[in-house]
């Protein structure tokens, strides 16, 4: 993990969560509900909205009132605040978009034990101040949503042939119900990871290539 | 950052300090909960009324308003309280107040999980008008298509309940108290008759053929 020096600006805080420091992709944290919730894509955003809502808002509580939280009971503390957020979030759900909380169901209040949001309190906003921490957990939950999208979108056309519940291949298309099945979600997520790490394996060699060019040129 | 550390450890603050830090969030946090409880409690029993409401209304084709009747041990009378338990039965009748039927909510094991259902029933005919499945959690793809399939729904728009409803399995229903069961969903399409069945059973014995005329408030 990168501590901001004088060099790294908030924006790549941000940014470092998007991709290079991705939750699911490269720390593979959040498993759950990542397996969970992603058998289509309305599902993945519900989630990735509802977790960025409860990230962000703890990242900035947990960092503004660092020097308030005594270190023997920070943990305890990190959990009242993400546990607070996380009912917060599901009472919002419920009153407002209750469609969206029968699917999700009992994942909403599982929020609280995603170990992506525990894991930024720890290793990150109770060292930085607010304007890191915040930008931070946007990166961070920004890149959790986009895999969760990532996921949900994949599994949701392959298994219903839709997409945001608008068919896409029309009537002769046959559904492949693997896909919204628990293994589904299983195949998907390897298969992605693989992709990931392919791309930073082609991105490493190619840096030292590179490198390499350079130093025979000089 | 290791000295740091050996640092805060070392000025170690009195348990008095920990035990008030943690009070003061739990206290915090109770009150942000209690404040989202009162604010959203409306809405969501509302949305539960309008969802229960709406589910009544498409099992019972024509009906425009309802209220909550109660079995008492011995007939059927108007519910006089809000909540609903296992003896709560709705009535449909429509716009010139004519009682249409019965709304009856069932619930059994599925699949995976319990399914919450609730079915129309006309006891002048002795028949099966609707059903609307209320929750569950069967198979996405497989099982859930006790709701998503169209085709399947509409086997209980008119289904006969003597002398039990009865899925088939294969090829087309022939009988009015035959049903056809999903492909790939066999055991979530026969929890859904066993659950009416069992419904059946319970009720309506119980139900009159006219039950207590619409009370002028019971929109309930």
Not at chain 1, 72 to 97: K, N, P
Not at chain 1, 104 to 119: E, S, T, Y
Not at chain 2, 118 to 146: N, W
């Given at each position: 993990?990168?501590?901001?020096?004088?060099?790294?600006?908030?924006?790549?805080?941000?940014l470092k969560g998007l991709w290079r420091d991705n939750p699911v992709f490269v720390q593979v944290?959040g498993m759950c509900p990542m397996l969970a919730v992603t058998n289509s894509a309305v599902n993945?955003?519900?989630?990735?909205?509802?977790?960025?809502?409860?990230?962000?808002?703890?990242?900035?509580?947990?960092?503004?009132?660092?020097?308030?939280?005594?270190?023997?009971?920070?943990?305890?503390?990190?959990?009242?605040?993400?546990?607070?957020?996380?009912?917060?979030?599901?009472?919002?759900?419920?009153?407002?978009?209750?469609?969206?909380?029968?699917?999700?169901?009992?994942?909403?209040?599982?929020?609280?034990?995603?170990?992506?949001?525990?894991?930024?309190?720890?290793?990150?906003?109770?060292?930085?101040?607010?304007?890191?921490?915040?930008?931070?957990?946007?990166?961070?939950?920004?890149?959790?949503?986009?895999?969760?999208?990532?996921?949900?979108?994949?599994?949701?056309?392959?298994?219903?042939?839709?997409?945001?519940?608008?068919?896409?291949?029309?009537?002769?298309?046959?559904?492949?119900?693997?896909?919204?099945?628990?293994?589904?979600?299983?195949?998907?997520?390897?298969?992605?990871?693989?992709?990931?790490?392919?791309?930073?394996?082609?991105?490493?060699?190619?840096?030292?290539?590179?490198?390499?060019?350079?130093?025979?040129?000089? | 950052?290791?000295?740091?550390?050996?640092?805060?450890?070392?000025?170690?603050?009195?348990?008095?300090?920990?035990?008030?830090?943690?009070?003061?969030?739990?206290?915090?946090?109770?009150?942000?909960?209690?404040?989202?409880?009162?604010?959203?409690?409306?809405?969501?029993?509302?949305?539960?009324?309008?969802?229960?409401?709406?589910?009544?209304?498409?099992?019972?084709?024509?009906?425009?308003?309802?209220?909550?009747?109660?079995?008492?041990?011995?007939?059927?009378?108007?519910?006089?309280?809000?909540?609903?338990?296992?003896?709560?039965?709705?009535?449909?009748?429509?716009?010139?107040?004519?009682?249409?039927?019965?709304?009856?909510?069932?619930?059994?094991?599925?699949?995976?999980?319990?399914?919450?259902?609730?079915?129309?029933?006309?006891?002048?005919?002795?028949?099966v008008v609707g059903m609307e499945i209320l929750e569950s959690r069967e198979t996405p793809g497989?099982?859930?298509?006790?709701?998503?399939?169209?085709?399947?729904?509409?086997?209980?728009?008119?289904?006969?309940?003597?002398?039990?409803?009865?899925?088939?399995?294969?090829?087309?229903?022939?009988?009015?108290?035959?049903?056809?069961?999903?492909?790939?969903?066999?055991?979530?399409?026969?929890?859904?008759?066993?659950?009416?069945?069992?419904?059946?059973?319970?009720?309506?014995?119980?139900?009159?053929?006219?039950?207590?005329?619409?009370?002028?408030?019971?929109?309930?």
């Amino acid at each position: 993990m990168a501590t901001p020096s004088n060099k790294t600006t908030a924006y790549d805080e941000m940014l470092k969560g998007l991709w290079r420091d991705n939750p699911v992709f490269v720390q593979v944290l959040g498993m759950c509900p990542m397996l969970a919730v992603t058998n289509s894509a309305v599902n993945a955003i519900a989630m990735g909205l509802a977790t960025f809502f409860v990230l962000v808002g703890s990242s900035f509580l947990v960092s503004s009132m660092k020097n308030l939280i005594p270190k023997q009971v920070r943990i305890s503390v990190y959990v009242i605040i993400i546990a607070t957020f996380v009912t917060v979030a599901d009472y919002t759900l419920l009153a407002l978009f209750p469609a969206v909380h029968k699917e999700l169901g009992a994942f909403i209040p599982l929020i609280v034990a995603n170990c992506m949001i525990l894991g930024r309190q720890e290793a990150f906003a109770s060292k930085h101040t607010v304007k890191y921490a915040v930008m931070d957990a946007i990166g961070m939950a920004g890149g959790f949503m986009v895999a969760l999208f990532a996921l949900g979108a994949v599994r949701e056309i392959l298994g219903e042939g839709k997409l945001f519940g608008l068919s896409l291949f029309g009537e002769h298309f046959e559904p492949w119900v693997i896909m919204i099945l628990p293994p589904g979600g299983f195949i998907t997520l390897g298969l992605l990871l693989l992709l990931f790490n392919w791309v930073g394996e082609r991105k490493k060699a190619f840096l030292a290539q590179v490198a390499a060019a350079e130093r025979s040129g000089a | 950052m290791s000295n740091d550390l050996l640092q805060q450890t070392s000025a170690e603050p009195g348990s008095t300090r920990l035990v008030v830090s943690l009070a003061i969030s739990g206290f915090l946090s109770g009150l942000i909960i209690i404040g989202i409880y009162v604010a959203t409690l409306p809405t969501i029993t509302e949305n539960k009324a309008r969802e229960l409401r709406e589910a009544v209304f498409k099992v019972l084709p024509g009906v425009t308003r309802m209220q909550k009747l109660q079995f008492d041990g011995e007939r059927i009378v108007i519910k006089q309280d809000s909540k609903d338990d296992e003896n709560t039965v709705y009535a449909g009748y429509d716009a010139e107040a004519r009682f249409v039927g019965y709304a009856i909510a069932s619930e059994g094991p599925g699949f995976q999980d319990t399914i919450r259902l609730l079915y129309g029933y006309q006891p002048a005919e002795r028949k099966v008008v609707g059903m609307e499945i209320l929750e569950s959690r069967e198979t996405p793809g497989l099982g859930d298509k006790i709701y998503k399939d169209a085709a399947f729904v509409a086997n209980f728009d008119d289904l006969a309940v003597d002398p039990l409803i009865v899925s088939v399995k294969k090829g087309p229903k022939s009988k009015p108290n035959e049903i056809d069961a999903i492909t790939g969903a066999t055991i979530s399409s026969k929890a859904v008759v066993r659950i009416i069945n069992e419904g059946n059973q319970r009720w309506l014995e119980r139900l009159p053929l006219n039950p207590p005329p619409l009370a002028e408030e019971g929109n309930g």
